[in-house]
């Protein structure tokens, strides 16, 4: 295959008045850079990335709006009065949008079940801390435990 790919590359070389081989870049043949291409390309103007939205997206484990000015409105301020002050959080939400509308479950284990998978927390399997896994839910990642990805993947 590899002798195909060079007798290819030869081929095209010839067909367009290049002499010298792959890697060479003068008439001396040191073989250094490669020929210069057989017809110009046109200049490309550099463009601008397509605009896409900025998510940001911050998740803390057993953080309830009593901890911080986040989320403590005026008329909360004497049920929650020691909160603490959140100024940069603040700025992003000033800024951006605060999501205000969200549930959780009563244990973490489960929230964060729910977080990892995408699944409602009651399909998840995961009720209890992982260090009581069940048959059917594992340990994190343990599906993947033999399984070949192509090249282009990241392998566990």
Same mark, same amino acid.
């Given at each position: ?10 081929? !095209? ?6 002499? *010298? ?5 003068? =008439?001396?043949? +040191?073989?250094?850079?490669? @020929? ?9 103007? @550099?463009?601008?990335?397509?605009? /896409? ?7 803390? +484990? =057993?953080?309830?709006?009593? $901890?911080? &000015?986040?989320? &403590?409105?005026?008329? %909360?301020? =004497? !049920? ?9 959080? %603040?700025?992003?939400? =000033?800024?951006? !949008? ?8 009563? *244990?973490?284990?489960?929230? /964060?079940?729910?977080?990892?998978? #995408? ?5 998840? #399997?995961?009720?209890? @801390?992982? #260090?009581?896994?069940?048959? /059917? $839910?594992?340990?994190? #990642?343990?599906?993947?435990?033999? $399984? ?6 990241? &392998? @566990?």
């Amino acid at each position: 295959m590899k002798i195909l790919i060079q007798l290819g590359v030869l081929a !095209v070389a010839l067909m367009f008045g290049q002499t *010298a081989i792959a890697g060479d870049d003068s =008439d001396t043949g +040191d073989g250094m850079q490669p @020929p210069p291409l057989p017809f110009p390309f046109p200049e490309m103007e @550099p463009q601008e990335p397509p605009k /896409r939205p900025n998510i940001i997206v911050i998740m803390a +484990d =057993d953080y309830g709006k009593d $901890v911080a &000015n986040l989320y &403590n409105t005026a008329t %909360e301020a =004497d !049920v929650f009065p020691d909160t603490a002050p959140t100024p940069a959080l %603040e700025s992003l939400a =000033d800024s951006g !949008v605060l999501f205000t509308n969200a549930w959780a479950q009563p *244990a973490c284990t489960t929230t /964060r079940g729910a977080r990892s998978t #995408g699944k409602l927390p009651s399909t998840t #399997g995961i009720s209890f @801390p992982l #260090g009581r896994q069940t048959p /059917r $839910v594992g340990a994190p #990642g343990s599906r993947f435990e033999g $399984v070949e990805f192509p090249p282009t993947m990241i &392998n @566990p």
